[in-house]
T-cell receptor, first 117, second 113 residues
Framework: AQKITQTQPGMFVQEKEAVTLDCTYD???????LFWYKQPSSGEMIFLIYQGSYDEQNATEGRYSLNFQKARKSANLVISASQLGDSAMYFCAMRPRGSGGYNKLIFGAGTRLAVHP | GAVVSQHPSWVICKSGTSVKIECRSLDFQATTMFWYRQFPKQSLMLMATSNEGSKATYEQGVEKDKFLINHASLTLSTLTVTSAHPEDSSFYIC?????????FGAGTRLSVL
């Protein structure tokens, strides 16, 4: 079964410190994509970072990096130098290859991050 | 990244009326758009996949007659909640795919009285 697991319902971090949000996935596909989205209290879903299953390098986008460990089926998000504006809900998502050709995303339950000053 | 616009952002309606939500891709064309529903403090639940020029594909358990989807052009998909009831109150959010990444609209908060 295709599944995304985020085991941390909530996380706290001090401003300017780094934080890791965990994500593990389950798929039998060889080709898939992994995504992280941020959802602030306003509700919009903001795309942060993408990792392809065949990418050998870990993806990075500014302060965001994805710690991709294929053998362990994990795709943790690392946020460096946390800012108050990083406080939000974070969702890990997977796009398995066998998604009917429509690129459906499977979402995890999310992790709520609170950044303290 | 690509921009997806969703309107309205908030709507209140009376029970029994219909509500239309629009989802537009502003700077790209989208043959496929997606409609999600999100309950408070929960993850996104895919309702349907909207295909330009053809019928939408609904997920199991989603009533196609209740949630009408029209994808009339490469930049516009609409979701109509027909004969809305209080249990339809929720946060609805659309997305469109651009070069492998799904970009989301800002969402619509529907309250049915």
């Amino acid at each position: 079964a295709q599944k995304i697991t985020q085991t941390q319902p909530g996380m706290f971090v001090q401003e300017k410190e780094a934080v890791t949000l965990d994500c593990t996935y389950d798929t039998s596909d060889q080709s898939y994509g992994l995504f992280w989205y941020k959802q602030p209290s306003s509700g919009e879903m903001i795309f942060l970072i993408y990792q392809g299953s065949y990418d050998e390098q870990n993806a990075t986008e500014g302060r965001y990096s994805l710690n991709f460990q294929k053998a362990r089926k994990s795709a943790n998000l690392v946020i460096s130098a946390s800012q108050l504006g990083d406080s939000a809900m974070y969702f890990c998502a997977m796009r398995p290859r066998g998604s009917g050709g429509y690129n459906k995303l499977i979402f995890g339950a999310g992790t709520r991050l609170a950044v303290h000053p | 990244g690509a921009v997806v616009s969703q309107h309205p952002s908030w709507v209140i309606c009376k029970s029994g009326t219909s509500v239309k939500i629009e989802c537009r891709s502003l700077d790209f064309q989208a043959t496929t758009m997606f409609w999600y529903r999100q309950f408070p403090k929960q993850s996104l639940m895919l309702m349907a996949t909207s295909n330009e020029g053809s019928k939408a594909t609904y997920e199991q358990g989603v009533e196609k007659d209740k949630f009408l989807i029209n994808h009339a052009s490469l930049t516009l998909s609409t979701l109509t909640v027909t004969s809305a009831h209080p249990e339809d109150s929720s946060f609805y959010i659309c997305s469109a795919r651009d070069r492998g990444v799904q970009y989301f609209g800002a969402g619509t908060r529907l309250s049915v009285l």
